[in-house]
Structures are given as C-alpha cells and as structure tokens.
C-alpha cells in the first residue's frame, strides 16, 4: 500500500485540477469531438510533456532506474478499459 499512495494522491489531484478547470462538463468533452474546442486536448498534451519530462529528470537525479518495456498485459488492460468506459458512461460522457 506504501507505494500506491503516492500515485492515489497525484490521481486524486490530476482528477481534482480536471474538474476545476471544468474538462469533466459534457459541452467541454463534445466539443472536443466537433473540433470546436481543443481544451481537453492542450491539457492532456501538457500532462504528458509534464510527465515525461519529470520522469527523465527523476532518472538524471538517480532516484529511479528506467528498465526498458515490459510486456503488454492483456487481461489487466481490458478490465481497465472495461472500468473506464462504465465510469465514462456512468457519468454521462
């Protein structure tokens, strides 16, 4: 559970920044399927510059090693994928 805290809290807060700057509201998540509004899309490109970036700067630091790829695994990423589309649809997305 120590090494899941960390990740819950940043998830927490990513998740907290994307309903304050209001890319959970269903107009903002249409648009972005009409081309009219790239909002959605600039913050999620931003997100992972920010996250490759502070992984390389981590790896620089010496405090984590980067090992290369792993193989996929398939049964966690359709169950993953399963929790997210109810989640999306749940939620009216």
Do not use: C, E, W
């Not at 559970?1 to 998830?11: C, F, K, N």
């Not at 600039?42 to 997100?47: G, I, Q, R, W």
């Not at 992972?48 to 049964?75: E, H, K, Q």
């Amino acid at each position: 559970m120590g090494t899941l805290l960390p990740a819950l809290i940043v998830g927490l807060i990513f998740g907290f920044i994307l309903h304050k700057a209001k890319l959970t509201q269903y107009s903002t998540i249409a648009n972005v399927f009409r081309f009219t509004d790239l909002t959605v899309l600039k913050f999620m490109l931003t997100a992972i510059v920010v996250g490759a970036g502070g992984i390389y700067l981590l790896r620089d630091m010496g405090l984590v090693t980067l090992t290369g790829t792993t193989p996929t695994y398939i049964v966690g990423n359709l169950i993953g994928g399963l929790i997210f589309g109810v989640g999306m649809a749940g939620a009216g997305f």
